[in-house]
């Protein structure tokens, strides 16, 4: 069963995808060894190889992972929202707090230098579905004079840049819950594309 797409309807091998995403959210990818990975499994080494070939395999189906939790509870949750701002909020809100609560979405974002060119490629497939829905969304605000005139590309862009760093801010023990945080991202975001 080598991969770099893992059969995720499987708990054991979630569980090592999950594990293995939380110690290299933790340690980084360079610095966490598959014997640590196993040992939080409760596997052996070769019980994980058994499921991946390479430490760069299990990273991209991490990823690979990652996206299909960003899919099922993100992109598919806002992609029929009619009104084109209602849908970057809730694109915005339900991807920081996924990024905040998954460590497998955390992973995307951080450790692309760690894969090869062909798996980033694969990857960045994935990734352009959820560029599209943001410029589409943006062009439908600009049309509908929801928002002034911009460069959908470069505000999708400017979008990602806002939610996927956002997590950072994030304490549990701060003064802002998950979901404010989210909305006041959003509202800093939209108040200056709001027409006067």
């Not at 760069?56 to 991490?62: F, K, P």
Request: hydrophobic share 45%; charged share 25%.
């Amino acid at each position: 069963m080598a991969i770099s797409r893992l059969p995720t309807n499987n708990l054991r091998v979630r569980r090592i995808l999950e594990q293995s995403a939380r110690l290299i959210c933790q340690y980084g990818f360079e610095a966490t060894s598959m014997q640590q990975i196993a040992d939080a499994c409760g596997l052996t080494k070769a019980g994980i190889y058994h499921y991946v070939k390479t430490k760069e395999g299990l990273l991209v189906a991490i990823m690979h992972y990652g996206m299909d939790l960003f899919e099922e509870e993100v992109y598919r949750q806002v992609v029929n929202i009619q009104d084109p701002v209602e849908r970057l909020r809730m694109t915005m809100i339900r991807n920081i707090k996924l990024t905040l609560s998954r460590k497998e979405v955390a992973i995307i974002l951080n450790e692309n230098r760690a894969m090869s060119r062909s798996a980033l490629r694969d990857l960045n497939v994935r990734r352009r579905q959820y560029v599209t829905l943001l410029e589409s969304a943006f062009r439908e605000a600009i049309e509908r004079r929801q928002i002034r005139p911009i460069d959908p590309t470069v505000a999708a862009f400017s979008f990602l840049g806002i939610t996927l760093w956002t997590p950072n801010l994030y304490r549990a023990d701060g003064r802002l819950s998950m979901q404010q945080l989210a909305e006041t991202a959003f509202d800093q975001f939209f108040h200056g594309l709001a027409l006067n």
